[in-house]
C-alpha cells in the first residue's frame, strides 16, 4: 500500500517568490575586552507578544509596549552582581544572553559552532530546571535563547569547556504574561496549553497547513502565506529547516546564518499570528545523512536548532518520511533522543510517514503519530492501540476529496493538516471545520461505535459528532436527554437546527447531494460544562487488544506460503461466524522482520485483496517475518491475529 507525499497536491493557491532579506531586529554592538570574557547584552524578540490565546475567530497580531532595544551590558566575573539580562521579559517570551569570547577563548575556539560546548541551566521561583543549550551565532558570539515559563525571580548556571564562561551565574524577573504559553499532548489523544489558565482557555486544537518551503520563499511571498493561513484560522504551518544543494542551510560544516535568522523571523512572526511552527529538519534521511554523515554532526546540528528555536512555539520532525531510508529507525531514534535531551520545554516531537509513524512510537521520544494515508482503516485500528495524539497529513487537490478525507480523519479521532497548493474550496472546507470543532469540547470527543448510516466521535451523554458520507438514513443511540440537533454542511457551514428528545436518534439529512454532519448536543449542558467542568472531563475508555485465538472471529486464510520482497502476495482472512459487529468491519494486515529493528510497516488493508512487501523489511535473507491481522468491529472491538512467514528476495 502506498501512501501519499505531504510535499504534493492540496488546498491553497499557490504563491510567486523572490530573494528574502535580512534580520529585523537590532544587535548590541561590541564592547572592551574584560577577564577574557566577554560581554552580555538583553535582545527582545520582537514587540508583539508571542504567543496569543486560543481563538474563535481568526488568529491576529496583539501588541504590547515591550521596546525594540538592545542594552548592552559589560558584566565582569561576578555576574549575578550586575544589572540582569531579560530582566522585565514577559513570561513565555524568547530574549537572548549574548556571549563574546575573546583573547585565549577566541583563540582556542576558531570555529565556536564546532567546538564550544555551552548549556545553561535556568530554574523557576518554584525551583524547577529548564536546560538550555547555547548557539553560535557568527564571529565569537554564543547566544543563549530562554523564554520563562513562569513569573517572577529566576536563576541561571552556565555549563561549558569554556573556562572563562563556566560555572557563572546570574538572576533577573520575568513580568507576568496573559500567553497561553507551548503545546503538550494531553487527555490520551488531544492537546492542551502548559500555561492554561482555565477550563475554557486549556484545549488546543491543531489545524495544520503544510508549506516545506516557507523558509525559503521571498519576505513578501512568505508574509503573504503567512497572513492567509492565519485568516483560514489554521494554527500549525509546517515546513522545511533544511533545504538541498546551496539551499541546504549550511555551508561546509558551518551554518548558514543568513538563511537561519531569516527562518528566526519566520518562525517569530508566524506565532505573533497565533500559529505554532512546526518545524521538519530534513525532508528525507538520505539529504540528512549526506549533509551530517556522523552521529557527533548530528548532535550539534540538534543542538544548534534546539538552542535557536526552543524558546518559540514549535513541534519537531526530524524526518520528512522515514519509511523511505534503509537504517531509518535508528537515524529517527538518534535524531529525536537528541531532541528529547535537548529541549528543556519538551516540544511535541514525532516522525513523518507516508503511512504511519506509530511504528516508531516504542522508541520512547515521540508525542504523537503522523500519518499520511486516506485509509480509514489505518487510523481507526491505531488509534485504539496508541494512547497519543494523531496528525494526518491530508493531500487532495479535488477539494470534495480533501472534505470527505478530512472528516473521516476526524472520526477516526486524529488531527488534520492540509498539504500543498489547489482550490480556494478546499480552504474555506478546513476553516468551516476549525469553526465547527471549535464550538465543541473537540478535546473530550473519542471515536463513537453506536452509530448506523455513518460515522462518530462523542463525549457521551454531552454531545455526539456524526459524518455522513454518502447521505441516507441515521440510527444514534444516545443517553435519554433532550438535545439541540444540528445538520451541518461541511462545504460551507450552512446550519439546519432541531430537536430531539429520547435515547435513539434517527434522522435523515435535509437532502441527499452531499456529504453532510450531524451534531448532537445535550440542552444546555455544553455551556455549563465549559464553566466548570476540568479539562479532563471524564475516563477516556482504553480497551484490551483481543489476542485469544479462540475469541477473534475471523482466521488467515492467506498467504499460504512464503513471501518475496518486491512480488505480490494474495492476502484474505475468513470470517469464522457472522454478527451485527463482524458486518462492519475494518482491516489493517502490518508485516515486521523482527531481527532487523526496523518496526513493523503497513502491507494492506481490507478483509482481501494482494500486497508486495517492500524491500526495506529486512536487509539479509532468507528471515522470518510476523504477519498481524487486526480488525475492528462495529462495536469498536480490536482484534489481533499473527502468523510467521518465510520472507525471501
Given at each position: 500500500m502506498k501512501g501519499t507525499d505531504v510535499m504534493n497536491a492540496g488546498c491553497f493557491s499557490a504563491r510567486t517568490t523572490r530573494e528574502a532579506g535580512g534580520r529585523d531586529w537590532a544587535v548590541g554592538g561590541r564592547g572592551r575586552k574584560l577577564a577574557a570574557l566577554a560581554l552580555f547584552s538583553i535582545r527582545p524578540e520582537r514587540s508583539e507578544v508571542p504567543f496569543p490565546t486560543p481563538h474563535s475567530q481568526p488568529p491576529t497580531p496583539f501588541f504590547s509596549p515591550i521596546l525594540r532595544v538592545s542594552a548592552l551590558i559589560v558584566l565582569p566575573l561576578a555576574i549575578h552582581a550586575q544589572p540582569a539580562p531579560c530582566d522585565n521579559i514577559p513570561a513565555w517570551s524568547p530574549c537572548e544572553l549574548v556571549f563574546e569570547l575573546t583573547g585565549p577563548a577566541a583563540a582556542a575556539h576558531p570555529n565556536p559552532y564546532a567546538t564550544v560546548d555551552l548549556r545553561v541551566d535556568f530554574r523557576s521561583p518554584e525551583?524547577?530546571?529548564?536546560?538550555?543549550?547555547?548557539?553560535?551565532?557568527?564571529?565569537h558570539r554564543m547566544v543563549v535563547r530562554f523564554a520563562p515559563p513562569k513569573s517572577g525571580q529566576w536563576e541561571y548556571r552556565l555549563t561549558s569547556n569554556v573556562a572563562d564562561l563556566d560555572g557563572k551565574t546570574g538572576t533577573f524577573t520575568a513580568a507576568d504574561s496573559e500567553s497561553l504559553g507551548f503545546i503538550q499532548a494531553a487527555n490520551l489523544?488531544?492537546?492542551?496549553?502548559i500555561a492554561h489558565t482555565g477550563p475554557l482557555t486549556e484545549a488546543h486544537l491543531w489545524m495544520g497547513a503544510a508549506e516545506p518551503r516557507f523558509g525559503f520563499v521571498d519576505d513578501a511571498s512568505f508574509r503573504a502565506l503567512a497572513d492567509e493561513r492565519a485568516a483560514e484560522k489554521f494554527t500549525h504551518v509546517r515546513g522545511l529547516v533544511l533545504g538541498e544543494g546551496n539551499q541546504s542551510g549550511f555551508s561546509g560544516d558551518v551554518p548558514d546564518l543568513a538563511h537561519f535568522e531569516r527562518l528566526d523571523q519566520r518562525v517569530r512572526y508566524l506565532n505573533q499570528?497565533?500559529?505554532?511552527?512546526?518545524?521538519?529538519?530534513?525532508?528525507?534521511?538520505?539529504?540528512l545523512v549526506k549533509l551530517f554523515p556522523t552521529p557527533a554532526a548530528r548532535r550539534r546540528l540538534i543542538a544548534f536548532l534546539v538552542g535557536r528555536y526552543?524558546?518559540?512555539?514549535v513541534t519537531w520532525e526530524p524526518l520528512g518520511a522515514f519509511e523511505d531510508y534503509p537504517g531509518s529507525r535508528p537515524l529517527a531514534k538518534e535524531l529525536g533522543g537528541y531532541l528529547?535531551?535537548?529541549?528543556?520545554?519538551?516540544?511535541?516531537?514525532?516522525?513523518?510517514?507516508?503511512?504511519?509513524?506509530?511504528?516508531?512510537?516504542?522508541?520512547?521520544?515521540?508525542?504523537?503519530?503522523?500519518?499520511?494515508?486516506?485509509?480509514?482503516?489505518?487510523?481507526?485500528?491505531?488509534?485504539?492501540?496508541?494512547?497519543?495524539?494523531?496528525?494526518?497529513?491530508?493531500?487532495?487537490?479535488d477539494a470534495a476529496v480533501l472534505r470527505h478525507r478530512l472528516?473521516?480523519?476526524?472520526?477516526?479521532?486524529?488531527?488534520?493538516?492540509?498539504?500543498?497548493?489547489?482550490?480556494?474550496?478546499?480552504?474555506?472546507?478546513?476553516?468551516?471545520?476549525?469553526?465547527?470543532?471549535?464550538?465543541?469540547?473537540?478535546?473530550?470527543?473519542?471515536?463513537y461505535f453506536d452509530v448506523d448510516g455513518g460515522r462518530a466521535m462523542a463525549r457521551p451523554g454531552v454531545e455526539y459528532v456524526v459524518y455522513i458520507e454518502k447521505p441516507g438514513p441515521v440510527e444514534l443511540t444516545v443517553e435519554h436527554h433532550g438535545y439541540d440537533v444540528f445538520w451541518v454542511d461541511p462545504s460551507d457551514g450552512a446550519t439546519t437546527r432541531a430537536k430531539y428528545s429520547g435515547e435513539h436518534f434517527t434522522g435523515e439529512p435535509p437532502d441527499r447531494f452531499h456529504d453532510w454532519v450531524l451534531h448532537v448536543v445535550r440542552e444546555g449542558t455544553l455551556a455549563s460544562m465549559n464553566k466548570s467542568y476540568k479539562f479532563e472531563s471524564w475516563d477516556v475508555p482504553v480497551q484490551e487488544i483481543v489476542i485469544n485465538p479462540e475469541k477473534?472471529?475471523?482466521?488467515?486464510?492467506?498467504?499460504a506460503g512464503d513471501l518475496a520482497v518486491g512480488k505480490p502476495?494474495?492476502?484474505?482472512?475468513?470470517?469464522?461466524?457472522?454478527?451485527?459487529?463482524?458486518?462492519?468491519?475494518?482491516?489493517?494486515?502490518?508485516?515486521?522482520v523482527t531481527s532487523e529493528g526496523e518496526g513493523y510497516r503497513v502491507l494492506a488493508t481490507g478483509q482481501q485483496g494482494s500486497f508486495t512487501p517492500p524491500a526495506g523489511l529486512a536487509t539479509s535473507f532468507p528471515t522470518d517475518i510476523l504477519l498481524k491481522v487486526y480488525g475492528i468491529n462495529g462495536y469498536g472491538t480490536v482484534y489481533m491475529l499473527a502468523k510467521g512467514y518465510s520472507l525471501k528476495q
Amino acid at each position: 500500500m502506498k501512501g501519499t507525499d505531504v510535499m504534493n497536491a492540496g488546498c491553497f493557491s499557490a504563491r510567486t517568490t523572490r530573494e528574502a532579506g535580512g534580520r529585523d531586529w537590532a544587535v548590541g554592538g561590541r564592547g572592551r575586552k574584560l577577564a577574557a570574557l566577554a560581554l552580555f547584552s538583553i535582545r527582545p524578540e520582537r514587540s508583539e507578544v508571542p504567543f496569543p490565546t486560543p481563538h474563535s475567530q481568526p488568529p491576529t497580531p496583539f501588541f504590547s509596549p515591550i521596546l525594540r532595544v538592545s542594552a548592552l551590558i559589560v558584566l565582569p566575573l561576578a555576574i549575578h552582581a550586575q544589572p540582569a539580562p531579560c530582566d522585565n521579559i514577559p513570561a513565555w517570551s524568547p530574549c537572548e544572553l549574548v556571549f563574546e569570547l575573546t583573547g585565549p577563548a577566541a583563540a582556542a575556539h576558531p570555529n565556536p559552532y564546532a567546538t564550544v560546548d555551552l548549556r545553561v541551566d535556568f530554574r523557576s521561583p518554584e525551583f524547577r530546571s529548564t536546560s538550555v543549550p547555547g548557539y553560535w551565532d557568527g564571529g565569537h558570539r554564543m547566544v543563549v535563547r530562554f523564554a520563562p515559563p513562569k513569573s517572577g525571580q529566576w536563576e541561571y548556571r552556565l555549563t561549558s569547556n569554556v573556562a572563562d564562561l563556566d560555572g557563572k551565574t546570574g538572576t533577573f524577573t520575568a513580568a507576568d504574561s496573559e500567553s497561553l504559553g507551548f503545546i503538550q499532548a494531553a487527555n490520551l489523544h488531544h492537546w492542551a496549553w502548559i500555561a492554561h489558565t482555565g477550563p475554557l482557555t486549556e484545549a488546543h486544537l491543531w489545524m495544520g497547513a503544510a508549506e516545506p518551503r516557507f523558509g525559503f520563499v521571498d519576505d513578501a511571498s512568505f508574509r503573504a502565506l503567512a497572513d492567509e493561513r492565519a485568516a483560514e484560522k489554521f494554527t500549525h504551518v509546517r515546513g522545511l529547516v533544511l533545504g538541498e544543494g546551496n539551499q541546504s542551510g549550511f555551508s561546509g560544516d558551518v551554518p548558514d546564518l543568513a538563511h537561519f535568522e531569516r527562518l528566526d523571523q519566520r518562525v517569530r512572526y508566524l506565532n505573533q499570528k497565533g500559529i505554532v511552527a512546526d518545524l521538519t529538519i530534513a525532508a528525507t534521511a538520505a539529504a540528512l545523512v549526506k549533509l551530517f554523515p556522523t552521529p557527533a554532526a548530528r548532535r550539534r546540528l540538534i543542538a544548534f536548532l534546539v538552542g535557536r528555536y526552543a524558546a518559540m512555539n514549535v513541534t519537531w520532525e526530524p524526518l520528512g518520511a522515514f519509511e523511505d531510508y534503509p537504517g531509518s529507525r535508528p537515524l529517527a531514534k538518534e535524531l529525536g533522543g537528541y531532541l528529547k535531551e535537548m529541549d528543556g520545554y519538551h516540544h511535541p516531537r514525532t516522525a513523518g510517514a507516508h503511512v504511519t509513524s506509530a511504528p516508531l512510537l516504542d522508541d520512547g521520544w515521540m508525542d504523537y503519530a503522523s500519518y499520511g494515508t486516506p485509509d480509514v482503516a489505518v487510523g481507526a485500528i491505531e488509534h485504539q492501540l496508541y494512547q497519543v495524539p494523531a496528525v494526518n497529513h491530508l493531500a487532495e487537490a479535488d477539494a470534495a476529496v480533501l472534505r470527505h478525507r478530512l472528516w473521516e480523519a476526524t472520526m477516526n479521532g486524529q488531527y488534520p493538516e492540509c498539504a500543498g497548493a489547489g482550490a480556494p474550496a478546499a480552504a474555506k472546507a478546513m476553516t468551516v471545520w476549525f469553526d465547527f470543532m471549535n464550538a465543541t469540547r473537540h478535546w473530550d470527543l473519542e471515536p463513537y461505535f453506536d452509530v448506523d448510516g455513518g460515522r462518530a466521535m462523542a463525549r457521551p451523554g454531552v454531545e455526539y459528532v456524526v459524518y455522513i458520507e454518502k447521505p441516507g438514513p441515521v440510527e444514534l443511540t444516545v443517553e435519554h436527554h433532550g438535545y439541540d440537533v444540528f445538520w451541518v454542511d461541511p462545504s460551507d457551514g450552512a446550519t439546519t437546527r432541531a430537536k430531539y428528545s429520547g435515547e435513539h436518534f434517527t434522522g435523515e439529512p435535509p437532502d441527499r447531494f452531499h456529504d453532510w454532519v450531524l451534531h448532537v448536543v445535550r440542552e444546555g449542558t455544553l455551556a455549563s460544562m465549559n464553566k466548570s467542568y476540568k479539562f479532563e472531563s471524564w475516563d477516556v475508555p482504553v480497551q484490551e487488544i483481543v489476542i485469544n485465538p479462540e475469541k477473534i472471529p475471523y482466521d488467515i486464510e492467506r498467504p499460504a506460503g512464503d513471501l518475496a520482497v518486491g512480488k505480490p502476495a494474495d492476502f484474505s482472512a475468513k470470517l469464522k461466524r457472522q454478527t451485527r459487529g463482524t458486518r462492519s468491519m475494518l482491516w489493517m494486515w502490518t508485516g515486521e522482520v523482527t531481527s532487523e529493528g526496523e518496526g513493523y510497516r503497513v502491507l494492506a488493508t481490507g478483509q482481501q485483496g494482494s500486497f508486495t512487501p517492500p524491500a526495506g523489511l529486512a536487509t539479509s535473507f532468507p528471515t522470518d517475518i510476523l504477519l498481524k491481522v487486526y480488525g475492528i468491529n462495529g462495536y469498536g472491538t480490536v482484534y489481533m491475529l499473527a502468523k510467521g512467514y518465510s520472507l525471501k528476495q
